[in-house]
């Protein structure tokens, strides 16, 4: 009789080590599931600009839609191109595109920091250098530091939210 009682609080304990284990394993494989990294996550590839935001002496304004996109036409992008180059577009009114130049510019990625040419840059009045927020299959957000740059108050600390959305069509 021992031996039986013995048997079932065996098989009881093996089946809450087993239990706390598959939890263990499946909590551990979940916490690493985040969709968006930044560190190892590329941004090659066509990005359509969907949002912006800014954050001004820590004080974030709510997204709103990238007022440069034209209603009822495609969405103004950034083609990074796996060669190290870039591309971007816009569309004017008409939805005709316009490149932004005839001539593709350098980008790089380093880890978590996305740097433009400096001649894209002073044209489209932005930073050369962006933090990437987040990356994933289908959204990528980066920050950029306004701080100091023309049309900025001397004071003003500003930082301007840019959040795309892969195209669907990547030509």
């Known amino acids: 009789m021992k031996l039986v009682q013995q ?3 065996m098989k009881k304990i093996a089946i809450l080590l087993f239990s706390s284990v598959t939890l263990l394993l499946l909590a551990s494989a979940c916490s690493g599931d985040d969709e968006s990294s930044t560190a190892s996550a590329s941004i090659v590839g066509k990005w359509d600009f969907d949002k ?3 954050i001004a002496n820590g004080i974030t304004t709510p ?3 990238d007022e440069q996109n034209q ?3 495609n969405k103004n992008f ?3 191109k796996n060669d190290g180059f870039m591309n971007s577009g816009q569309y004017d009114p008409d939805c005709v595109l316009r ?12 880890n978590t920091m996305l740097s433009f040419d400096p001649e894209v840059a002073a044209e489209g009045g932005i930073p050369v250098n962006w933090e990437i927020v987040s990356v994933s ?14 049309g900025v108050e001397p004071g003003v600390t500003i930082f301007m939210i840019l959040k795309f959305k892969k195209s669907a069509v990547q030509d």
């Open 78 to 80: 950034f083609r990074f």
């Open 63 to 65: 997204d709103q839609d």
């Open 71 to 73: 209603p009822g036409c």
């Open 7 to 9: 048997t079932k609080k």
């Open 137 to 150: 299959a289908t959204d990528l957000q980066i920050k950029g530091d306004l701080t100091g740059m023309e």
């Open 52 to 54: 912006r935001g800014y």
């Open 99 to 110: 490149l932004s130049s005839s001539v593709d510019k350098p980008w790089s990625q380093t």
